[in-house]
């Protein structure tokens, strides 16, 4: 079976520092990968989402970026974090070529101090 | 006004009782409808996923979709503690990178 991996799962970071947040998929080949970022009381927002190794796609101008250096691992940077980053980071798959439902890991938690 | 509108709650409900959780939208070219599950701190959880117009069951849940009013509900059947968290209506055209999420409606299932 397939199982998604988000760590760490909570981290506080001062304003300016970089950041790094790594998802695997295990199980499946040439997943879609995609990063949300879900706050308080509002809906999910698609910030990436890659169908392949090095192919990214933005939604969102913002301060982050993402890369997919292998064909299951999806990474969340920033070189330097503003407070407004603070929020709920979620990595999802789906099949690739298919209609498929969005699988999500247990996300992290960012708060920027 | 937003693609998916869903009633934010918070719900309680007494443990056994039977839950209604709805969705409607704008969009009439979604074909396909989701349901998740969020504990909280946690991410979300695939509960019900349905194409067509109709009921689907799965346990105690059933999903119903009816597009020509735009309208989506979850029902939950007797009721559990456990059952307590977020539940998210999502949907999409046919791809996942366009898929629409409710804001969620908060469900506490007292015992």
């Known amino acids: 079976s397939q199982t998604i991996h988000q760590w760490p799962a909570t981290l506080v970071q001062p304003v300016g520092s970089p950041l790094s947040l790594e998802c695997t998929v295990e199980g499946t080949s040439n997943p879609n990968l995609y990063w949300y970022r879900q706050a308080a009381g509002r809906g999910l927002q698609l910030l990436f989402y890659s169908v392949g190794i090095g192919q990214i796609s933005s939604e969102v101008p913002q301060n982050l970026s993402a890369s997919r250096p292998q064909d299951r691992q999806f990474i969340l940077s920033s070189k330097k974090l503003l407070l407004s980053d603070s929020g709920f980071y979620l990595c999802?798959?789906?099949?690739?070529?298919?209609?498929?439902?969005?699988?999500f890991g247990n996300g992290t938690r960012l708060t920027v101090t | 006004q937003k693609e998916v509108e869903q009633d934010p709650g918070p719900l309680s409900v007494p443990e056994g009782a039977i839950v209604s959780l709805n969705c409607t939208y704008s969009?009439?070219?979604?074909?396909?409808f989701m349901w998740y599950r969020q504990y909280s701190r946690k991410g979300p959880e695939l509960l019900m996923y349905t194409y067509s117009s109709g009921n689907k069951e799965d346990g105690r849940f059933t999903a119903q979709v009816d597009k020509s009013s735009k309208y989506i509900s979850l029902f939950i059947r007797d009721s559990q503690p456990s059952d307590s968290a977020t539940y998210l209506c999502?949907?999409?055209?046919?791809?996942?990178?366009?898929?629409?999420f409710g804001s969620g409606t908060q469900l506490t299932v007292l015992p």
């Open positions: 969009n009439s070219a979604f074909q396909y």
């Open positions: 999802a798959w789906s099949v690739q070529g298919a209609v498929s439902p969005l699988h």
């Open positions: 999502a949907m999409e055209a046919g791809s996942a990178r366009q898929l629409t």
